[in-house]
């Protein structure tokens, strides 16, 4: 198991291209099922969780192919799909993997894919997803440990989520496009993510209006067919490296980002004080000449993402006064608070209530990450802590930001990654 290893004090400068976002990538992935054309996929992130879904792709027995190594493009051609199944071995590395049930059994009329357990931020069940499915006309059963979905063709119908989901809005929004007739999904997820795979469902020739709204109309067709479609950028990614620029005192210029999409954390971090110029896919970041504590509730986009979460406790910690941070989305979400306490974080705790006070003189310490956002907090707190930090089980960190040590270090940062095998540096 990797680790990271980070000395931290050093102000990051330069340059930094955002990755493809993953959260769009793994929707658009699981969407070509619903042809036997190719499909060609662009600016792909190359992170562990697209790995696995390409596998789980292939276990279907769709031709994945990619020009290069690691894939940052993809061509998925799923002509025939023999395995209509999500094995429990690939859906408990990745619960995304359970976007496959949609677009599987609206194609083939039957899917069989592993229900996905809890997992470190909450308890994350997926019952909306199956009560939509059922809406169109899916017999779904839960028997050891799958959900069995079947229907001869499904059938349009109005849908109101009871809570805003969105992966759940992906899988039935892929399942509506090939169902006989109208559907009508209400209080849908508003996320770019799901936006960016109905631009590609039009692309493939399926009838959805209503895009960026929380109302979509979905006129179902027989077949859908090939396209090209270019993955939106990484506006998590983004945000962290917005982060890092300013906990850092540095200077940052990233390129190949979506400005629009992150206006709630843009404006959260002009509240605090950090210097943030806007342009059309470029945004740039310098340090706040006095960072100043802010209070933050994680909501629906386009609210303040969860996903942000840990990496603007990391700042808080570093700002002056009082940070009331409310996670809102996710029962669980605070584990990488208890290891900034480890490293002299000033954190209470209640419920799901932060109240970090700074700033704080972090001092390095082994610490240990419980999943990808955390990770991504923890690295940010190791950017600015004096001595060394070690960070375990960086293959959270790995599900979903690509090279992220590199483009640190090309920043200026000391980030090392240190394999068990290797010795320590
Ligand atoms: C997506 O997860 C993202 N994952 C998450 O990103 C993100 O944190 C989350 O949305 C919220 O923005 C992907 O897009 C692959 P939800 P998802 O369904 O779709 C409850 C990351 O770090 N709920 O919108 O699984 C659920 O428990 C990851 O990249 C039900 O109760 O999240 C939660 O409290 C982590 N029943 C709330 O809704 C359901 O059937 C929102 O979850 C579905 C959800």
Not at 34 to 63: F, G
Not at 116 to 141: V, W
Request: aromatic residues 4%.
């Amino acid at each position: 198991m990797d680790r990271f290893k980070i000395e931290g004090g050093r102000p990051l400068q330069g340059a930094v291209q955002i990755s493809g976002a993953k959260n769009a990538a793994l929707p658009a992935l699981a969407a070509t099922l619903l042809t036997s054309e190719p499909v060609h996929l662009q600016n792909i992130p190359r992170v562990r969780d697209i790995i696995t879904m390409a596998k789980l792709l292939a276990h279907m027995r769709c031709n994945v192919t990619s020009p290069d190594i690691p894939p940052s493009e993809f061509t998925i051609q799923a002509e025939t799909i023999s395995h209509a199944e999500a094995p429990y071995e690939l859906v408990k590395t990745m619960r995304a993997s359970v976007l496959v049930l949609g677009p599987l059994v609206a194609r083939t009329g039957y899917a069989r894919v592993s229900l996905p357990g809890g997992c470190a931020i909450g308890a994350r069940p997926i019952d909306i997803h199956i009560q939509a499915l059922e809406k169109l006309g899916a017999k779904i059963s839960v028997e050891h440990g799958y959900v069995e979905a079947r229907a001869k063709r499904l059938r349009g119908a109005e849908f109101r989520f009871p809570k805003i989901t969105v992966t759940g809005t992906e899988n039935v929004l892929t399942a509506a496009v090939l169902a006989e007739g109208e559907t009508l999904l209400e209080n849908c997820a508003l996320e770019p993510e799901v936006t960016d795979l109905a631009e590609l469902l039009i692309k493939m020739g399926a009838r959805i209006e209503g895009l960026g709204t929380s109302t979509l109309r979905v006129r179902g067709v027989q077949r859908l067919h090939g396209a090209t479609h270019e993955i939106i950028p990484d506006r998590i990614e983004t945000g962290t490296f917005l982060i890092a620029g300013a906990i850092t005192g540095g200077d940052l210029h990233l390129q190949n980002c979506a400005p629009e999409h992150l206006r709630a954390v843009i404006e959260k971090l002009k509240s605090c004080g950090v210097e943030i110029r806007c342009e059309a896919n470029s945004l740039r970041v310098k340090a706040a000449k006095k960072l100043v504590a802010a209070d933050v509730d994680t909501e629906e986009y386009p609210g303040f993402a969860t996903d942000m979460q840990a990496q603007f406790m990391a700042l808080a910690t570093q700002a002056q006064g009082v940070s009331r941070i409310r996670e809102t989305i996710f029962e669980n979400r605070f584990l990488h608070a208890v290891e900034m306490l480890r490293m002299g974080a000033n954190i209470a705790i209640d419920g799901n209530l932060a109240v970090v006070t700074g700033p704080s003189k972090l001092s390095g310490a082994p610490v240990t990450a419980s999943d990808l956002r955390a990770s991504a907090g923890l690295v940010l707190a190791g950017l600015v802590a004096d001595n060394t930090t070690w960070i375990d089980r960086v293959y959270h960190i790995d599900r979903g930001y690509e090279r992220i040590e590199e483009k640190l270090r090309s920043l200026g940062a000391r980030i090392t990654r240190v394999g068990t095998g290797d010795r320590d540096e």
